[in-house]
């Protein structure tokens, strides 16, 4: 199945502009613990915390 370039493009970008995100806001740039399950930690309590946000955010303008 091949995919259209402009989908995959739009996918790239959506997926670069949430890295690029996490580093800029939420300290994903430098890992604060040492060992990969530590990080692996880390960065799923980061993204937990960020999805939060978002539901709280996405809610707020549900409501409006």
Request: positive net charge.
């Amino acid at each position: 199945c091949r995919v259209r370039p402009q989908m995959r493009r739009w996918e790239h970008l959506h997926a670069e502009r949430e890295f690029g995100d996490s580093k800029k806001w939420h300290g994903m740039g430098r890992a604060r613990y040492r060992g990969q399950a530590k990080v692996a930690i880390q960065v799923i309590m980061t993204m937990m915390a960020v999805n939060a946000k978002r539901f709280a955010c996405g809610a707020c303008l549900a409501a409006r």
